[in-house]
């Protein structure tokens, strides 16, 4: 079992930056893949990134590349989402996942995951 925790959402105005982390425990942090998600209210859970077991390969969203940015500290067991210009339709309950082998867009990809932290982009 691994277990997820994320922390760092709040409330920023648009334009502004937030960072979430992702602490993992439980397994072999570097055994595993990890991927943002995020769920807007009545809207689908979307991909946003991931980053694979060593940080040295990244994917991004279309809608956040350029603005966003993943990376991992395999030491502290836990990965970011650093969020630059921040826009209304970021708004979301953002969710972090590992994956055991797979590190792709689909959440059917990844093992386990947080409960999620909100991020709220006011305008």
């Known amino acids: 079992q691994v277990q997820l925790v994320e922390s760092g959402g709040g409330l920023v105005q648009a334009g502004g930056s937030l960072r979430l982390s992702c602490a993992a425990s439980g397994r072999t942090f570097s055994n595993y893949a990890m991927g943002w998600f995020r769920q807007a209210p009545g809207k689908e859970r979307e991909f946003v990134a991931a980053?694979?077991?060593?940080?040295?390969?990244?994917s991004y969203a279309d809608s956040v590349k350029g603005r966003f940015t993943i990376s991992r500290d395999n030491a502290k067991n836990t990965v970011y989402l650093q969020m630059n210009s921040l826009k209304p339709e970021d708004t979301a309950v953002y969710l972090c996942?590992?994956?055991?082998?797979?590190?792709?867009?689909?959440?059917?990809?990844?093992?386990?995951w947080g409960q999620g932290t909100q991020v709220t982009v006011s305008s």
């Open positions: 996942a590992a994956g055991r082998y797979g590190w792709g867009i689909a959440g059917s990809e990844y093992d386990y």
């Open positions: 980053i694979n077991w060593s940080g040295g390969s990244t």
